[in-house]
């Protein structure tokens, strides 16, 4: 990870320097398989199939490329048919008192044309426009695709994390009743203090209250789930309900090279909109340019139906136009100075999306290294804590220790054991992050 802010200044200095941009290639990475989780795979393609952001990235990409083909349209003469009868009848005082009025009727047919000639380069420039920015919508689209992916895994992870934890508070629970039944059996036997079944029913209870709201969580959970597959909540698949435990949280982590991240969508798609500007400053330049073009019919117009088809009935014309402005107010000057700064602020959302990848690749290694050593150390805790358990309630019963020690013993086993879950549940979160910052993968 040491070479990553070397590598931000690298990408810096090369699209400021108006060097050639990064290339990038489809990234086809299954990473959320690396869980060995089934369902998680099953969930994935359900969301990559219906999740509404996918699809609405997904049609932003047909309609850029619908504007690419209007665009080469204009590549193309543009032809029209118009058929039609006339009749008129002219004033005859126009020419004198004596005049008398005129009248005429007749049949006409024309076929037009009109073709700009792309001999200075407009309609290439915009046609060249609108292919970058199909590039670009590809791009969003494989951002919208990983963070959906992301989001599931992180989602379903939390599920299961939830459900642990109610697991192990309805443990706690399920003991410290039998607990508390004890304690009263002893204190009507006269053998210990109300004391000791005050401290027994705040035990208990007090783990009982945390049941509700982790019962809310794991439903939140199944909801958020159902909004990212794009299903009403009674279209989740029944497994999904199933004890599933988490998975392994180790994974091991390779050297993760500098430039892995130029693939990231946000990345590729910064780069895509520096050519999408560059390609809008092109088009501002070309107006600078003459147009050429091409206006031609030709048709047939005669009093009597049945004369259009003559050959004196026939009718052409033919209009090439070259055309330049020559002045305009500015108005040109002022739109390529736009297109200019357009560009460059493109540029400074490059440079800034490249340092904020590299920082949260860094973020997310740091945070799932951490929390690895964290759970090793938490486990030694659980394990020592379970110990103490047993220990504490066997001296209570032969009266060799206070009540007191036990609820102690048992407040510690209960938080140790939901840290562990929560830091295992962050540590999956961690390495989705990871996965994320990283284009997916490594």
Known sequence: MKHHSSLCRVISAVVLAGGALFCHGENTSEWWRTFNDSHLDTLIAMGEANNYDVSMAMRRIEMAKAAVRQAESAWYPQLGLQAGWSKARQSGRLTGREGSA??????????????????????????????????????????????VQASIASAYFTLLMHRAQLAVANEHAANQKHLLDITETRYRTKLVSKLDVAQASTLYYGTESSIPMLE?????????????LGLERAQLPVWLYDETPLPATKQDIPEIPADLIRRRPDVVAAEKSIEVAAAALGIARSEYLPSLSLQASAG??????????????????????????????????????????????????YNMTALGAAQEVNNALTSY??????????????????????????????????????????????????????????????????????????
């Open 102 to 147: 005129t009248g005429t009727s007749y049949f006409s047919g024309d076929v037009t044309m009109s073709w700009e000639i792309d001999v200075f380069g407009k309609v290439r420039a915009q046609v060249n426009h609108d292919k970058k920015q199909v590039q670009l919508s590809s791009a969003e689209f494989d951002g919208a695709m990983l963070t």
């Open 216 to 228: 809310s969580s794991v439903e939140a959970d199944y909801n958020a789930i159902a909004l990212l």
């Open 300 to 349: 047939t117009a005669a009093h009597n139906i049945g004369d259009v088809f003559d050959r004196p009935a026939f009718t052409y014309s033919v209009a090439p136009t070259l055309s330049w402005t020559i002045f305009d107010g500015f108005g040109r000057r002022a739109a390529t100075a736009s297109a200019q700064e357009n560009m460059k602020l493109e540029v400074d959302n």
């Open 369 to 442: 290294n951490s929390t690895i050593r964290y759970i090793d150390m938490l486990q030694k805790a659980v394990d020592s804590s379970r110990e103490s358990v047993t220990l504490s309630i066997d001296q209570y019963k032969q009266g060799l220790t206070d009540f007191y020690n036990v609820v102690e013993a048992h407040l510690n086993y209960l938080t140790y054991q939901n840290n562990l879950v929560s830091a295992r549940g962050q540590a999956l979160t961690s390495l989705i992050d990871l996965y994320k910052s990283l284009g997916g993968g490594f």
